[in-house]
DNA sequence: CAGTGAGCGAGCTTCCGCTTGACTT
């Protein structure tokens, strides 16, 4: 019997450790937080100076029990829990819970899992540190108060009412989208014309090659022709050659968003799936833990990533490198994102393998040396004016880190045009080239891009918002809750002018492209814009991008001691409470109305707004003496965009497409989407179909193709229909109009000769015993 | 599911941050 137990957070790190000190002791994980605010009324004591309510939630009620009884049978309790303030607070709950005097009860931390790391830890323990576990408390009640207030307020307050949520971070979160979607509707494109001049010279070879020069801007397509005028027969003469030696240094090793980033960028990974896949990652022993903010490699990784460098490229390709974390809110309880070992350059599973090729190449290039490139500019004289050309080409001297791994950057990050510079032929000052060609281009400035997942993880990083165990799930957030919607847009063509001066003649085309095409951007909903609104201007304080950095300043202040943790909170509460009560007295209820104008029919006014559904058009309003007409919006429209035509072309439906086997076809949209209605049967109708526009010639085959699809499926029919025993994947099941119900094992044998009354019997004793996920609640009083 | 949208009210929802499995209408 080990005489020593030592607890850490996570299950694959124990193993780890225990082989590292041996039989002396037993090493177990508590699964992260084990104790939480109970729910009731928030789980705080607002007038007992905010004391805490902690609860050990079900799920944890296990682990719990199993520490317990270790604990009591050990000599020695170690909390080995992260180095952070969430860490510090699970030492301390394990305290409470497993009966230990925090002023006593050892207390290590490391920030590498390797031998003399913890040797070292375990050498020099010290006890759990209150005044950070009062910062942790502050961090929980603060959010907390946030989430339990502002909720309701939106239930309150708003038509659509089903599980909407607000919170420090998701509310933020929702903010970013909702205001890049506005930048890019206001958005003016300034177009320009820029001069693009080919040349012919020869490279050393002897042979020719053309090259591209650049010219100035010009505002308009008048200026841009009298230049390309000034041009007709003159000569061209290298004025000017300067070469520059350039470096380029590889980026630091992987943290939880630049994974995600990365990931997203070269796998076209979502974050929530490459959280997965790393997991699985961690879990196999390939790499180190994958929700961290730290840039930092441990000295063993240092020198394994140096051998493999070394030997694989030779010491010319190697360069000791540590990084710094340039962000401030950064905790650093863990390493960066590595392999465990460089000798391991892949893993089996095709998934992993193309995720953990990147960690490795990533981590390699991080110790590597610098690319060298050099450039060259050669400026350009035009005899018959003052206007100078400018050739820009780049060389590799030595590729460098650019050997294993290249970064990529986002759209948002891009300068300008795409610079892909290429080489330039060998020139001489004095040189006379001859003209190929000539041209102006009229190109158009661009709104910022659509945030992605991960450039929205980006943005909230460099806010200070939101923790790397967060990420995904507050993404995963803002889209269950229908704040925020990830899709793909079609781009919208756009003519453009080209000149062209060649031969000393200047032609005119108009040309077309493609442009504002996106793929699996974050596109606010009509709820996540109204909420957003409403969110900012009752609670400003809250949803400034600066909130979170304020609050953590104060937290600092509570971990150094130099502020009591409840006083903070106090501080905080009392305005905040004021504005929720002011908001529910004072506020109307939501729906971000928007009168489009009035139906050229009837002459009444047409409305858009949020209604029970969603977003939705009416004609006329309820005071009117005719009820009002509504309809449903399309998916890809809006309560800010739409026109009075494009509302106007919603109340076509439900339309009547004509008779199909003597019952009439007709097609609507229902709560559930678009659906065919035929012969007293509805069948929904795919993506790929436009209600609106769907034909008799279409929607037939859609029927057959349904109905066969069903009978196939169907067992068995009770009451017209009303209820039916269908076979699904799993076996058969009963259906009610949109409900399901699952039959018992024993039951879906014999599912072809259920009679009326059991399968009555099953849905009532299904409906009287609702499938419970959450723990039920405790009642008060 | 050939539709809804007002207002009332019972009973429900909700936060962020730490961790993994259990779970498949």
């Known amino acids: 019997m080990a005489k020593n137990l030592l607890i850490v957070e996570s299950p694959a790190k124990a193993k780890t450790i225990e082989k590292i000190l041996g039989s002396d002791f037993e090493v177990k994980s508590c699964y992260g937080h084990i104790r939480d605010l109970e729910k009731d009324d928030m789980g705080i004591d607002i007038k007992n100076n905010y004391k805490p309510r902690y609860i050990v939630p079900e799920d944890k009620q296990k682990v719990v029990k199993e520490l317990k009884q270790l604990a009591k049978k050990s000599d020695e309790v170690w909390l080995a829990t992260d180095e952070d303030r969430e860490g510090e607070a699970i030492s301390w709950h394990l305290c409470e819970v497993l009966g230990l005097d925090p002023g006593s009860t050892k207390r290590i931390v490391f920030h590498e899992i390797t031998k003399p790391a913890i040797k070292q830890a375990v050498g020099r323990p010290r006890t759990v540190d209150m005044n950070l576990v009062n910062a942790q408390q502050a961090r929980r009640v603060l959010d907390r108060i946030v989430g339990f207030e502002l909720s309701p307020v939106l239930w309150r307050?708003?038509?659509?009412?089903?599980?909407?949520?607000?919170?420090?971070?998701?509310?933020?979160?929702?903010?970013?989208?909702?205001?890049?979607?506005?930048?890019?509707?206001?958005?003016?494109?300034?177009?320009?014309?820029?001069?693009?001049?080919?040349?012919?010279?020869?490279?050393?070879?002897?042979?020719?090659?053309?090259?591209?020069?650049?010219?100035?801007?010009?505002?308009?397509?008048?200026?841009?022709?009298?230049?390309?005028?000034?041009?007709?027969?003159?000569?061209?003469?290298?004025?000017?050659?300067?070469?520059?030696?350039?470096?380029?240094?590889?980026?630091?090793?992987?943290?939880?968003?630049?994974?995600?980033?990365?990931?997203?960028?070269?796998?076209?990974?979502?974050?929530?799936?490459?959280?997965?896949?790393?997991?699985?990652?961690?879990?196999?022993?390939?790499?180190?833990?994958?929700?961290?903010?730290?840039?930092?490699?441990?000295?063993?990784?240092?020198?394994?990533?140096?051998?493999?460098?070394?030997?694989?490229?030779?010491?010319?390709?190697?360069?000791?490198?540590?990084?710094?974390?340039?962000?401030?809110?950064?905790?650093?309880?863990?390493?960066?994102?590595?392999?465990?070992?460089?000798?391991?350059?892949?893993?089996?599973?095709?998934?992993?393998?193309?995720?953990?090729?990147?960690?490795?190449?990533?981590?390699?290039?991080?110790?590597?040396?610098?690319?060298?490139?050099?450039?060259?500019?050669?400026?350009?004289?035009?005899?018959?004016?003052?206007?100078?050309?400018?050739?820009?080409?780049?060389?590799?001297?030595?590729?460098?880190?650019?050997?294993?791994?290249?970064?990529?950057?986002?759209?948002?990050?891009?300068?300008?045009?795409?610079?892909?510079?290429?080489?330039?032929?060998?020139?001489?000052?004095?040189?006379?080239?001859?003209?190929?060609?000539?041209?102006?281009?009229?190109?158009?400035?661009?709104?910022?891009?659509?945030y992605t997942e991960a450039s929205l993880v980006k943005k909230l990083e460099e806010l200070g918002i939101g923790r790397p165990s967060t990420y995904a799930p507050t993404i995963s957030t803002i889209l269950k809750r229908g704040y925020v919607e990830k899709r793909d847009k079609e781009g919208t063509p756009r003519h453009y002018k080209v000149l062209t001066l060649s031969k000393d003649h200047i032609t005119k085309k108009t040309e077309t492209e493609n442009i504002g095409a996106e793929k699996a951007k974050l596109f606010p909903t009509d709820l996540g814009l109204v909420v957003t609104d409403f969110l900012k201007q009752y609670f400003d304080d809250i949803m400034d991008y600066g909130f979170t950095a304020r609050i953590e300043g104060d937290f600092d202040e509570v971990a150094r001691g130099k502020l009591r943790w409840n006083k903070m909170i106090d501080e905080f509460y009392n305005p905040f409470k004021k504005d929720v009560e002011k908001t529910i007295e004072t506020a109307e209820r939501i729906k971000g109305e928007r009168e489009l104008g009035l139906d050229p029919e009837s002459g009444k006014p047409v409305i858009a707004r949020m209604g029970r559904y969603g977003p939705m058009v009416q004609i006329g309003t309820a005071e009117g003496e005719e009820k009002p007409r509504f309809a449903k919006l399309k998916s890809t429209q809006s309560i800010e965009t739409i026109t009075v035509d494009e509302a106007m072309e919603l109340f076509r439906l439900p339309r009547v497409l004509g008779a199909f086997e003597g019952s009439d076809v007709a097609v609507s949209i229902g709560r559930f989407g678009p659906y065919i209605a035929h012969d007293k049967k509805f069948y929904s109708l795919g993506k790929e179909f436009d209600p609106y526009s769907i034909t008799l010639e279409e929607a037939a085959p859609i029927i057959e193709e349904k109905r066969k699809a069903k009978d196939e499926r169907t067992i068995k029919v009770f009451e017209k229909e009303k209820i039916q025993i269908l076979r699904g994947p799993y076996g058969p099941y009963i259906k009610v109009g949109l409900r399901n119900y699952k039959l018992s094992k024993e039951q879906q044998e014999r599912a072809a000769d259920l009679a009326i009354e059991e399968v009555k019997k099953i849905i009532e004793e299904a409906k009287a015993n609702p499938p419970k996920k959450a723990p039920a609640r405790k009642k008060k009083g």
């Open 157 to 450: 307050k708003m038509s659509m009412k089903n599980n909407l949520s607000a919170g420090r971070v998701q509310s933020v979160a929702v903010r970013l989208v909702a205001e890049r979607e506005r930048e890019i509707n206001a958005f003016k494109p300034q177009s320009s014309f820029k001069v693009e001049a080919m040349f012919t010279a020869n490279d050393v070879a002897g042979k020719p090659i053309s090259f591209k020069a650049e010219g100035s801007k010009y505002p308009d397509v008048a200026t841009a022709e009298q230049f390309l005028h000034q041009c007709i027969g003159a000569n061209y003469k290298v004025k000017d050659i300067q070469v520059k030696p350039t470096r380029r240094s590889p980026a630091a090793p992987f943290t939880t968003s630049t994974l995600q980033q990365e990931a997203s960028r070269k796998l076209g990974y979502s974050v929530s799936r490459t959280m997965l896949v790393a997991q699985k990652l961690y879990e196999n022993g390939h790499i180190t833990y994958m929700r961290t903010d730290s840039v930092n490699l441990s000295e063993t990784a240092m020198d394994d990533v140096r051998n493999t460098v070394q030997a694989s490229y030779g010491n010319r390709y190697y360069q000791s490198r540590k990084y710094k974390n340039k962000n401030e809110s950064a905790q650093e309880a863990h390493e960066a994102i590595r392999p465990t070992y460089m000798s391991n350059t892949t893993v089996p599973d095709a998934d992993a393998k193309r995720l953990y090729e990147l960690i490795w190449k990533r981590t390699m290039a991080s110790q590597m040396a610098d690319a060298e490139l050099e450039k060259t500019v050669a400026k350009i004289e035009v005899s018959t004016n003052k206007a100078e050309l400018a050739a820009t080409g780049e060389v590799l001297k030595f590729d460098g880190f650019i050997k294993v791994y290249r970064e990529d950057v986002d759209d948002e990050d891009k300068e300008g045009e795409e610079t892909a510079e290429g080489m330039l032929p060998p020139l001489t000052v004095g040189q006379q080239l001859p003209l190929k060609e000539m041209k102006a281009i009229e190109r158009n400035t661009r709104p910022l891009p659509r």
